[in-house]
T-cell receptor, first 114, second 113 residues
Framework: DVKVTQSSRYLVKRTGEKVFLECVQDMDHENMFWYRQDPGLGLRLIYFSYDVKMKEKGDIPEGYSVSREKKERFSLILESASTNQTSMYLC?????????????FGPGTRLTVT | RKEVEQDPGPFNVPEGATVAFNCTYSNSASQSFFWYRQDCRKEPKLLMSVYSSGNEDGRFTAQLNRASQYISLLIRDSKLSDSATYLCVAPRDGSGNTGKLIFGQGTTLQVKP
């Protein structure tokens, strides 16, 4: 069974703080993704990584950065948290080819920025 | 036009009912599509893939209509446990080879006893 874990289920941070969200997958997947999910807006792609140290911006990268130093770990960084970054953050991973529609999601981190 | 568009609902149906959701997409080059299910406060999980021939899995049937650019999901004999949000998903690049996906905002189904 594929397992994607995220470091926290719930997180409360103050405006201006630097925030790290960690994601780990145990299936040796090349591709990893960070999304945020907001009511009425659905899942929006923040960043994507297709290999160690490789990253690509998604639809809403502003205010975020990522790090992929090891294949199994993909970190999302909020450089200076703002209240409009209050959201549910979901990490996902997928095998490289042939099953591109099957993304495995972590349980999500609900981040509140006050 | 949104790349993937769904009626958010909610669809409220009695147990045993048949319910259908539609989803429209804008990229005519897309070859395959997916339905994900998301339970309340949980992560999305793949429910079904949809290719040109459609797909059936028990009470669930997914169909693709390329001419009109929509995908449908039919649920027969609804169960209480089918209550969830159903996300329509298309590949960003049409072929699906990159693994990058576009998610619709979801259609909420509530099955009542």
């Amino acid at each position: 069974d594929v397992k994607v874990t995220q470091s926290s289920r719930y997180l409360v941070k103050r405006t201006g703080e630097k925030v790290f969200l960690e994601c780990v997958q145990d299936m040796d997947h090349e591709n990893m993704f960070w999304y945020r999910q907001d009511p009425g807006l659905g899942l929006r792609l923040i960043y994507f990584s297709y290999d160690v140290k490789m990253k690509e911006k998604g639809d809403i990268p502003e205010g975020y950065s990522v790090s992929r130093e090891k294949k199994e770990r993909f970190s999302l960084i909020l450089e200076s948290a703002s209240t409009n970054q209050t959201s549910m953050y979901l990490c996902a991973s997928t095998p490289p080819r042939g099953r591109g529609g099957e993304q495995y999601f972590g349980p999500g981190t609900r981040l509140t920025v006050t | 036009r949104k790349e993937v568009e769904q009626d958010p609902g909610p669809f409220n149906v009695p147990e045993g009912a048949t319910v259908a959701f539609n989803c429209t997409y804008s990229n005519s080059a897309s070859q395959s599509f997916f339905w994900y299910r998301q339970d309340c406060r949980k992560e999305p999980k793949l429910l079904m893939s949809v290719y040109s021939s459609g797909n059936e899995d028990g009470r669930f049937t997914a169909q693709l209509n390329r001419a009109s650019q929509y995908i449908s999901l039919l649920i027969r004999d609804s169960k209480l446990s089918d209550s969830a949000t159903y996300l329509c998903v298309a590949p960003r690049d049409g072929s699906g080879n990159t693994g990058k996906l576009i998610f619709g905002q979801g259609t909420t189904l509530q099955v009542k006893p």
